[in-house]
C-alpha cells in the first residue's frame, strides 16, 4: 500500500496513543493532536488523506469541526470519520448530515476501525487496488512511483508525479490553482499560483506524446479539471 496519511483528533492522551500505535502498525502514516486547533496546525503543514475525529473535544467540538472542514472548498474532499461514544440514532444521523464519511462508536473493534478507515479511503479514490490507478489508460504503481500509458514507460519529475496521481484519484472536478498548490505542493509551500500553471504545461506536453493531452482541461476563470472523457 503507497503511503497514506492519517490525522488523529484525539483528545484522550490514552486512547490517541493507542490509535497511533493500531494505525501504525497498518502501515499508515499518523500525525495526532489532542484538539481542533492543533489539529488544524497539522493539517496546513501536511494534507492528510483521511482524519480520525473525535465528537467531544475541548473547544471547538469536533462535530462542528467537522462541519466547517466539509464547506471549506480547501478541505472538503477529505475524508473525516467520526469516532464517539455517542450511539443514539439521531447522533448519527446528525454526524452524517455534516458530512462525516463514516461513524464508528467506542468502544470498538481495532480491526474493524482500520477496515471501515480502508472502506472510506478506497471509496474516495485515496486507496488503489495494490497500489495501482488505472484511468484512462495512463496506470501509476503507487508503490514503484511509475507511470505508464498505453505500457509505455512515462518519465516524470517528482512535482508532475503527484499532481497526475492528484488528478487521477480527484476526477472531474474542478480545482483551482491555489487549492492544487495546497493539495499538490502543500500549505507551508510559499510558492505563486502560476507555477501551477507552468507545471500543467509541462504535464500537457508529456500527456502530448500519448495523445491524452486533452484530459487536463482548462476551466477560464477557475483552474483545472481532468477528465478520462476528453
Known sequence: MSEINVLVVEDDDAIREMLVMVLEQSDFAVRAAPDAHQGLALMLEQMPDLILLDWMLPGLSGVEWARRLKKDESFGDI??????????????????????????????????????????????????????IDV??????????????????VNLSPTEYRLLEFFLTHPDKVYSRNQLLDQVWGRSTYIEERTVDVHIRRLRKILAEHQREEMIQTVRGFGYRFSAAY
Open 79 to 132: 475524508p473525516v470519520i467520526l469516532l464517539t461514544a455517542r450511539g443514539e440514532e439521531e447522533d448519527r444521523v446528525r454526524g452524517f448530515e455534516v458530512g462525516a464519511d463514516d461513524y464508528v462508536t467506542k468502544p470498538f473493534s481495532t480491526r474493524e476501525l482500520v477496515a471501515r478507515i480502508k472502506a472510506v479511503l478506497r471509496r474516495s479514490g485515496r486507496l488503489g487496488k495494490s497500489g495501482r
Open 136 to 153: 484512462g489508460g495512463i496506470v501509476i504503481d503507487t508503490d514503484e512511483h511509475r507511470v505508464a500509458i498505453e505500457q509505455a514507460a
